[in-house]
């Protein structure tokens, strides 16, 4: 288990996410500030993914940027399926690849996602259709 799932994991009694309602969740787990919402309707490639996130302006800031695959997949929830993760929190989710800023170790041509219909990651060639999940650090109080 990775640092990020073993953080997520030990605080689970804790309310973990926290509707801003502006558009966007804070894991009070991670410390992370997610879009709320899914960002393209349909799926995009890894470059068009890391560009949208790059130019959103949502809540006020500017600073968003594609999630790792450690950070993504801290979403997933495995005891859940199609889709894997708190529709509460994140009710658009579709059940489907979402791309992620992590590189394969393998080749430059892939990246890692994560999958929300089932609760797992891989890897795809870039050119790969995938939806978007933005990220910022969300410094204390806001």
Known sequence: MNAVAAKVHSQSIVQRFIDNGDGT???TTTGLMWSQATLNKRG?????????CAELDLAGHKDWRLPTA???????DRSRHSPAIDIEAFPDTRSDWYWTSTPSAWAS???WLVDFDYGYASHNRRDYDAFVRAV??????Q
């Not at 450690?70 to 997933?76: G, N, V």
């Not at 910022?136 to 109080?141: L, S």
């Open 25 to 27: 969740i804070t894991d």
């Open 44 to 52: 995009i490639s890894h470059a068009k993914a890391e560009k949208l």
């Open 109 to 111: 041509s892939c990246a």
């Open 70 to 76: 450690d950070e993504l997949f801290a979403l997933a």
């Open 136 to 141: 910022r650090a969300a410094p204390a109080g």
